[in-house]
């Protein structure tokens, strides 16, 4: 009789055992799978906020498809994305486009100088680090503005000669024309780099786009016509 009750006892135990294998091992495959649904649907839609927003993922883009600031957070900090600054995030294997992304931080930006040599064309030269006017008074914060070389300009002369040019990524961004950005160099001659300005007033001057008119009305209003004559009247 003892027997017995010891045979139904292990069963009922090793019945209970199996079954509770079974139940955890379904509880285990079942949240398995429901993660990584979610994971492939997060991605999924981080790469349509990539895609749609210049390949840059904003913490106000993510949260208009429910993806919280902290989860963009532990992603970054899991390599699953990369933080390009505060709220701006990157797929892992896109190259960011600096000069845009700056953009999004201020309208008081125009790229000039070694930036808008090469954008115009009057550089072979990539610029080592990025150069951008801002007018006087106004500040942008470090976080952003680290890597760039910053230059200044009174408000009345900061809308001068702008215009917009494409990235190498194929985005718009404020910058200076040919004449603004000539008027910039040979302003600010000691702050250049001598090949680059003396390439870029060759370039310049053996250029079918010049507009002379334009650079002489640019020089006068920055009070420069002297500088600008002196540097060219040998070269033109």
């Not at 199996?18 to 839609?45: E, G, R, S």
């Not at 950005?181 to 060759?202: S, W």
Request: aromatic share 12%; proline share 3%.
């Amino acid at each position: 009789m003892g027997g017995d009750k010891n045979y139904i006892r292990q069963s009922a135990y090793f019945y209970y055992r199996q079954n509770l294998i079974f139940i955890f091992d379904n509880y285990y495959n079942f949240i398995y799978n429901y993660v990584m649904i979610v994971k492939n649907n997060l991605m999924i839609d981080l790469q349509q906020i990539s895609d749609s927003h210049n390949k840059i993922i904003t913490v106000e883009a993510a949260s208009e498809k429910n993806i919280s600031r902290a989860l963009l957070s532990l992603m970054a900090e899991d390599g699953r994305l990369n933080r390009i600054a505060k709220g701006i995030y990157t797929l892992p294997e896109t190259i960011p486009d600096e000069l845009y992304i700056l953009c999004l931080f201020s309208d008081n930006i125009i790229f000039s100088h070694e930036s808008a040599l090469f954008c115009n064309g009057l550089s072979e030269r990539t610029p080592f680090e990025h150069s951008y006017t801002i007018p006087q008074g106004k500040r942008l914060s470090s976080s952003f503005s680290k890597g760039f070389k910053s230059y200044y300009c009174k408000q009345e002369l900061f809308n001068i000669g702008k215009i917009t040019v494409k990235t190498a990524f194929g985005n718009e961004v404020p910058c200076y024309d040919a004449e603004r950005t000539i008027c910039d160099v040979i302003k600010d001659k000691n702050k250049m780099d001598p090949e680059v300005y003396l390439a870029a007033l060759k370039m310049y001057s053996k250029s079918e786009n010049k507009n002379l008119k334009n650079l002489s009305m640019y020089a006068e209003k920055m009070n420069i016509v002297k500088k600008v004559r002196s540097a060219l009247e040998v070269i033109l």
